[in-house]
């Protein structure tokens, strides 16, 4: 299995506060994503990093920035967190996939971030 | 538009049936990728299936089977002989390279399915 730890797991906020999400992997894997889950919208694509210093933009980008200054880790922050925000967050890491190489990929246990 | 569509945002299943999950998808890459991933209310996402759009055969994985029908964009999930135990969210999932980008995963809204002793 692939090694990948979000942190924090929970964290209660205030409008306006900064925060920030780390996803680390162990594993060198090229390819991380940052993901938000709320109901009845799926996960939806934050951002996602091919690369030290390589990102782009998902579909809900909007208030989110990214860092990815190390392979093992992927930074997503909330600069003013805002009420919609509140939503759970996973990372997911690209892996080799099996001997097919699906690359399908692998995530971790999720951040539930509240924004009072 | 949306690139992954999951029109069925709950199902019922009888115990020891099979069922069909729906799931559509919207790509101009060539060479994509199709997954399924379950969510079972723990919160943990785990991989179920993958179908390359090269693929030649429908993927099975277990009592896992992906009916992919390229020309009308539909990968739909077929789990045989449902169980309890697979009472959870399933997330249909489409894996591209946009033009001049990178792999990019999105995710559909996801159908909860309930399995009904």
């Known amino acids: 299995d692939a090694g990948i730890t979000q942190s924090p797991r929970h964290k209660v906020t205030e409008t306006g506060t900064p925060v920030t999400l780390r996803c680390h992997q162990t594993?060198?894997?090229?390819?991380m994503y940052w993901y938000r889950q709320d109901p009845g919208h799926g996960l939806r694509l934050i951002h996602y990093?091919?690369?030290?210093?390589?990102?782009d933009k998902g579909e809900v980008s909007d208030g989110y920035s990214v860092s990815r200054s190390k392979t093992e880790d992927f930074l997503l922050t909330l600069e003013s967190a805002t009420s919609s925000q509140t939503s759970v967050y996973f990372c997911?890491?690209?892996?080799?996939?099996?001997?097919?190489?699906?690359?399908?990929?692998?995530f971790g246990e999720g951040s539930r971030l509240t924004v009072l | 538009a949306q690139k992954i569509t999951q029109t069925q945002p709950g199902m019922f299943v009888q115990e020891k049936e099979a069922v069909t999950l729906d799931c559509t998808y919207d790509?101009?890459?060539?060479?994509?990728?199709l997954f399924w991933y379950k969510q079972p209310s723990s919160g943990e996402m785990i991989f179920l299936i993958y179908?390359?759009?090269?693929?030649?055969q429908n993927a099975t994985e277990g009592r896992y089977s992906l009916n992919f029908q390229k020309a009308r964009k539909s990968a739909n999930l077929v789990i045989s002989a449902s169980q309890l135990g697979d009472s959870a969210m399933y997330f249909c999932a489409m894996r591209e390279v946009p033009s001049g980008g990178y792999q990019k995963v999105t995710f559909g809204t996801g159908t909860k399915l309930q399995v009904i002793p």
């Open positions: 990093s091919y690369g030290v210093k390589d990102t």
């Open positions: 594993e060198n894997h090229r390819y």
């Open positions: 790509t101009s890459d060539p060479s994509y990728g």
């Open positions: 179908q390359g759009s090269y693929d030649q």
């Open positions: 997911a890491i690209r892996t080799s996939g099996r001997a097919t190489n699906t690359g399908e990929l692998f």
